[in-house]
């Protein structure tokens, strides 16, 4: 049985956290032995992982760096498995105790490896533990092309992309009532400024004058929350806007919206995505980074990133158009491409030829 150890730096809901469930399912379904250590946050997704019949440990949990290492390093000794790190922290506590274990990384995100620390610093990082992986796996090509471009991995021959699989605990069809009358934009983002909140609450204020009988639902929480709202206020649209924090029941909340809007500078993936098209919400998105690799280069529903009035455009043309796109249909041939099953396929794949 092979043995599997995934380290990440927190497991509490975001997107790497939520896609590291999907891969452990999929690989206890296969029969391996997964064990899940985590170094810090709240042990959001624990509970869940345990009763699918992972081994969660808190040994690391909220430990100085050092000693992090020191204790995964004694953990270890001995012991013959496949060590693959999530994230920053995660890949330089593994990177440090791995032994002679096979050592697999994830790139999760388009964006420098240590985005509070000078380019310089962030890169000698992420060299540092690229040169110790036998393999990296990134989650898209804009990913791997951001890694290479950036230089933090020097050698493209290490480097596998591994799209994300959606969650198929989730149905592919509305089947809840639609709780609100208005017609409801909504997104799903951390509030900060990657998700580019503030291009859509601008183009929001111009939709609201043509279709006065919406609301636009803001689901997520960051540091911009203050300023958003102020913004928002500004603009004379905060009393159309539903702030919701942070929330496990993202696919609850999609069924109440009519239009899905990702309005992003950039992602790495957009599981999201995946999210909104399992539960056939129609989707708008910026045209950049990942996002023409998850819903495809020619999809009907990509406007230009940070350009309101292309994003007006798009949202007005779904208002009156949506349902003659055929989009139920263009979303499950979609979802093909991203079935758990041949993820995990693919990662064992990494796996066996690292």
């Given at each position: ?44 997704l624990k ?8 081994e ?20 270890l000794?001995?012991?013959?498995m ?19 274990n ?7 995100n388009?964006?420098?490896f240590?985005?509070?620390?000078p ?6 990082l ?6 110790n ?32 699989g959606?969650n ?5 069809q509305k ?12 997104t799903?983002?951390?509030l900060?400024?990657?998700?580019d909140?503030?291009?859509l ?34 603009i ?8 919701i924090?942070r ?12 239009l ?5 500078k950039?992602?790495?993936f ?14 708008i ?12 280069k020619?999809?009907?529903?990509l406007?230009?990133s ?8 798009t949202m ?10 055929n ?13 758990p ?14």
């Amino acid at each position: 049985m092979r043995k599997i150890l995934h380290c990440i730096t927190t497991i509490e809901r975001g997107g790497a956290e939520n896609q590291l469930y999907v891969l452990v399912k999929e690989q206890l379904k296969v029969g391996m032995n997964v064990s899940v250590v985590y170094l810090k946050g709240e042990p959001e997704l624990k509970d869940k992982l345990v009763l699918m019949g992972a081994e969660v440990l808190d040994i690391l949990h909220e430990k100085n760096l050092l000693i992090q290492i020191l204790i995964l390093k004694k953990f270890l000794k001995g012991k013959k498995m496949v060590i693959h790190a999530h994230l920053p922290r995660a890949e330089i506590v593994s990177s440090f105790a791995r032994g002679i274990n096979t050592f697999i990384i994830s790139r999760h995100n388009s964006e420098k490896f240590f985005p509070r620390v000078p380019n310089f610093i962030s890169r000698i990082l992420s060299l540092y533990v690229s040169r110790n992986v036998n393999k990296c796996i990134t989650i898209s090509e804009a990913v791997k092309a951001f890694v290479l471009s950036t230089k933090e991995i020097s050698n493209a021959n290490k480097i596998t992309v591994v799209h994300y699989g959606y969650n198929d605990e989730f149905i592919f069809q509305k089947d809840l009532v639609k709780e609100n009358k208005d017609y409801v934009i909504g997104t799903i983002a951390r509030l900060v400024p990657q998700k580019d909140h503030l291009t859509l609450l601008a183009a929001f204020s111009q939709f609201l004058k043509i279709h006065p009988n919406s609301k636009l639902m803001l689901i997520g929480s960051g540091d911009l929350k203050n300023n958003l709202v102020s913004f928002s206020k500004k603009i004379g649209v905060n009393e159309k806007i539903m702030w919701i924090d942070r929330t496990e029941n993202s696919y609850d909340l999609l069924y109440q919206m009519d239009l899905f809007v990702l309005p992003s500078k950039y992602e790495g993936f957009g599981l999201v995505l995946l999210e909104a098209m399992q539960v056939n919400v129609p989707v708008i998105a910026a045209n950049n980074s990942s996002i023409p690799e998850v819903l495809g280069k020619n999809y009907v529903g990509l406007f230009e990133s940070g350009n309101i009035d292309d994003l007006l455009k798009t949202m007005l043309v779904f208002f009156d158009n949506s349902p003659s796109f055929n989009l139920p249909t263009l979303y499950k041939k979609n979802l093909l491409n991203f079935e758990p099953k041949i993820m995990q396929e693919k990662i064992l794949n990494v796996y066996n030829h690292a």
